[in-house]
């Protein structure tokens, strides 16, 4: 009778272990759960990153030099593949001597622009390519571009200028 008594007296205290058990059971369950869903949502994320790298939203695959310096030949011919051209016209600033910047390929195919910087090569000189020589800044820029007669629905500008880039597009944009 004493075993029984014993048994009967730490009853309490098997229960409150064996809630105690099914708690941290119920608590491994659900940290298991929160692990799996984690490493769901960790392998979508990284797929989703993948598919940007190596799928249809990557432009480096496309990256190909004809006129440019790193390749932007290719990437700009993806891009207007993708959305299409519209006046074919353009502007860049900052051409360096002419033979490697982000605009001749466009010109070679036919494209209207002009260039601008604070030395224009004498082999700038084309039909249907507007220059002007002279160092750009945030507070000229915008009449440069309208002695050039650009207009604002020009397909691409690019701002080659390597300091002072934003204040450039801020001045445009104003």
């Not at 979508?44 to 190909?64: Q, V």
């Not at 990437?75 to 593949?81: G, L, Q, S, W």
């Not at 650009?150 to 390597?162: G, K, P, R």
């Amino acid at each position: 009778m004493s075993a029984l008594h014993t048994l009967y007296q730490r009853l309490p205290l098997v229960r409150e272990i064996n809630r105690v058990l099914k708690n941290t059971e119920l608590v491994r369950h659900e940290l298991s759960a929160l692990r799996a869903i984690h490493c769901l949502e960790t392998c979508e994320r990284l797929r989703h990153e993948k598919s940007l790298r190596e799928g249809h939203l990557c432009l480096h695959r496309y990256e190909h030099q004809v006129c440019s310096q790193n390749g932007e030949d290719g990437v700009i011919a993806e891009i207007f593949r993708r959305i299409g051209e519209g006046t074919r016209s353009f502007v860049e600033v900052g051409i360096g001597d002419g033979t490697e910047n982000n605009t001749a390929f466009l010109y070679s195919l036919g494209w209207t622009g002009a260039w601008i910087d604070a030395r224009i090569p004498a082999l700038c000189e084309q039909p249907g390519l507007g220059s002007r020589e002279a160092y750009v800044t945030s507070e000229n820029i915008a009449s440069l571009f309208r002695e050039l007669g650009i207009d604002t629905d020009v397909d691409l500008c690019s701002l080659d200028v390597d300091q002072n880039t934003y204040y450039l597009w801020e001045a445009l944009t104003a």
